[in-house]
């Protein structure tokens, strides 16, 4: 058993290794920059007399492909190959050439009209640069095609060869991007607004700003602000900025310290109570607690005190640590919330003909679905405060219902599950 778990793993080796590069064709060319250094590979890659060119490519060569664009002022570039690791077969070839080709304004349409920048390819079996003996014009984007040849006695394979390619020269040279922030206030509070300030140098096009707090991605977007109401706890902000389309490159700022106090206040869901009865507040948070009004409360300095209101009341919660404060409102309301009617006759008669919600209207998020007998869902709206809204006694197709009765849920939006309403209402004719 374990040969044969030995052999499969081989052959799925051997696939993987002779996988079709990305950059096999010319429109899948991989891009160069300057200062970054890539991992390439001619193992399964293919040849074709349409795509690739013909100026010094030997017959039956494994292709890949890679474009760099030059810089405003264009001139020298040098490629270098270094870490060459072929495929030791005798059978394959042991060298791999190069030629950086000019496409002429239509990329990867017409080999064709392809020109080669200067009289040869070069061409290694070990560590070598390439370096065009002309000048490179600016604002101008190359092709470079690497290929493994198939020359040499005994060898009818091109070169399988792995390799790392990098490029240099005044023709690409890139001015390295620089970023700073600063800010005016850095002893916050949670939820503190202080806006964060960025000075950047030469990033004529960029492409993104990722903030890190403690090491952490908290923030990527395409403009450069960034505010510190999103700060829950304290630790080191820095900014990493990448700039550029063809080539990104990136720098890193140094980190500011944000000593943040936590602080937070949620007085929790509105409440719902008949006349002579109590409620536990729902409320938690950061800090030390105070209610207000504190008469009809069992504590003023307790996340969850009862209530016992006589009459609708709005309490405060006021959370402080240090010179820290945050605050948040809860409503207790007492009597009936909404009236609910058992009936309504759709008759036509102007009288009755639509069911009505007393006091829907102080609940402008309220939800009515109405289901018949059978569980069918046979009304509902979202806002149930003026008469257009209101249910007339017909189906979601608008047409008329039988008299019998029906199973309504009424959610107002508001006190969590204390603000969900079911029964029943009949249809009278």
Known sequence: MKHLLLVSSLLLFTVISNAQPNNDNCSGAIQLCAGQSLSGTTTGATTSASEDGTFCIIPNAATVWYK????????????????????????????????????????????????????SCASGGTD??????????????????????????????????????????????????????????TILCQGDDVSVETIISNCSDTA????????????SSSIDTFSTTVLADSGYLKLVINCGSYCVYSDTTDSIYFSVTPISANAGPDKFI???????????????????????LTSTTNFTPTANPSNTTTYFLTVTNGSCVATDSVNVFVGEVITIYSAFSPNNDNIND??????????????????????????????????????????KNGKPLPVSTYFYVIDIKEGGDNGIFKGTVNIMR
């Open 68 to 119: 760099f664009t030059t810089n405003a002022t264009g001139g020298a570039v040098t490629i270098d190959f270094t870490g060459l690791a072929f495929n030791v077969d005798p059978t394959y070839g042991q060298v791999i050439e190069a030629m950086i080709y000019n496409v002429n304004g239509n990329p990867c349409t017409n080999p064709n009209t392809y020109t080669p920048t200067n009289a």
């Open 128 to 185: 070598f640069s390439y370096s065009p003996s002309i000048a490179l014009s600016p604002n101008t984007t190359y092709y470079l095609m690497v290929n493994g040849s198939a020359n040499g006695v005994g060898v009818t394979n091109a070169a399988e060869c792995d390799f790392t390619v990098s490029i240099s020269g005044a023709a690409v040279d890139a001015t390295f991007p620089t970023a700073s922030i600063s800010a005016l206030d």
């Open 354 to 395: 639509k069911w009505i919600i007393k006091n829907s209207n102080q609940y402008p998020n309220m939800e009515v679905t109405v289901y018949d007998r059978s569980g069918q869902k046979v009304f509902q709206t979202t806002g149930y405060s003026t008469s257009d809204k209101w249910w007339d006694g017909t189906n």
């Open 274 to 296: 008949q006349d002579g009865d109590v409620v536990t507040l729902d409320g938690d948070g950061m800090g030390y607690p105070s209610w207000t009004p504190g008469n009809t």
């Open 208 to 219: 993104s700003f990722d903030w890190y707090y403690n090491n952490v991605l908290l923030q």
